[in-house]
């Protein structure tokens, strides 16, 4: 149980949202069109609560224990992007207990937890040593929110970082009182985010491009979408093949699944003009 001694310190440092702030929100959120829109509505109330860093990832192409290819992830963070996917780039997480923690459970995890499972020995030698080389980066309190998957090779999780001067006792209390409501704003965020086209500029489509995947995905032969478009089937082609090319596949197929994946196909409204 938390020490109660800290409870005035947390409250005075971060106010809570009141319960018709967190309900506007969530009603809110499934209405956002962009993903910038959902990112802004969830870290102005995250922030209320205390957390004054944010970080998220979501992937639909999990291999094995990676998230896949960095580049087809959906990287979002309110201090330091390009660190957050170096980190990832670098592989390091692999090595990580916290990601470990990741990939086999679903909820909240406070962030000393690491620490006390390396005093009760529970840690592997790399993660040791992996936390060894994370060490400096450590020192703040939070908590990390692992989500349910909604796919088989699909996987999101959330870092939530503390002020500064917040310990972990502290960041504790705030989580025992404001935790659901917290977890609640984070599980709506994460379901649209996962329903929005994935900003990507090496998989970025062209209207053109989208468009003629949707016939193919609709079953039409390159003929029949040349009827429907008034299009040459050569130029047919050509459009396709620039568009597996955007999202690195070989072929119409792996261009259909991807794009569907990454909520490029099947959407509208949600992209900028072209």
């Known amino acids: 149980m938390p020490d109660r001694d800290v409870a005035p310190t947390v409250r005075r440092a971060a106010p809570h949202p009141d319960d018709d702030a967190v309900m506007q929100a969530l009603c809110r959120i499934p209405e956002a069109a962009t993903v910038q829109e959902v990112w802004d509505l969830l870290t102005r109330m995250l922030a209320g609560f205390g957390f004054e860093r944010v970080n998220y990832g979501y992937t639909r192409f999990r291999s094995g224990p ?69 060490g400096t980066g450590r020192g703040r309190a939070g908590y990390t929110i692992s989500f349910p998957e909604g796919a088989p090779r699909s996987k999101g999780a959330m870092g939530l970082a503390a002020g500064p001067d917040v310990t972990q006792a502290q960041c504790d209390v705030l989580w025992e009182v404001s935790g659901t409501r917290i977890m609640a704003l984070a599980h709506a965020a994460h379901a649209r985010l996962t329903h929005l086209p994935v900003p990507s500029a090496r998989a970025a ?70």
Not at 75 to 103: K, P
Request: aromatic share 8%.
């Open 205 to 274: 489509l062209t209207v053109r491009q989208r468009e003629l995947l949707e016939w193919i995905a609709d079953g039409k032969t390159l003929q029949d979408i040349g009827v429907i478009t008034g299009r040459s089937v050569s130029a047919i082609e050509k459009t396709l093949r620039r568009a597996r090319e955007a999202l690195m596949v070989e072929t119409t197929a792996q261009a259909v699944a991807k794009a569907a994946f990454l909520n490029q196909i099947f959407v509208r409204g949600c992209f900028e003009a072209e």
């Open 66 to 134: 990676s998230i896949g290819d960095p580049d087809d992830v959906l990287f979002l963070s309110t201090h330091a992007l390009d660190r957050v996917r170096a980190f990832h780039e670098s592989g390091v997480y692999l090595r990580s207990a916290d990601y470990r923690w990741v990939r086999e459970n679903v909820g909240a995890c406070p962030w000393d937890w690491v620490w006390k499972e390396r005093a009760a020995g529970r840690l592997s030698a790399e993660e040791c040593r992996t936390l060894e080389e994370m």
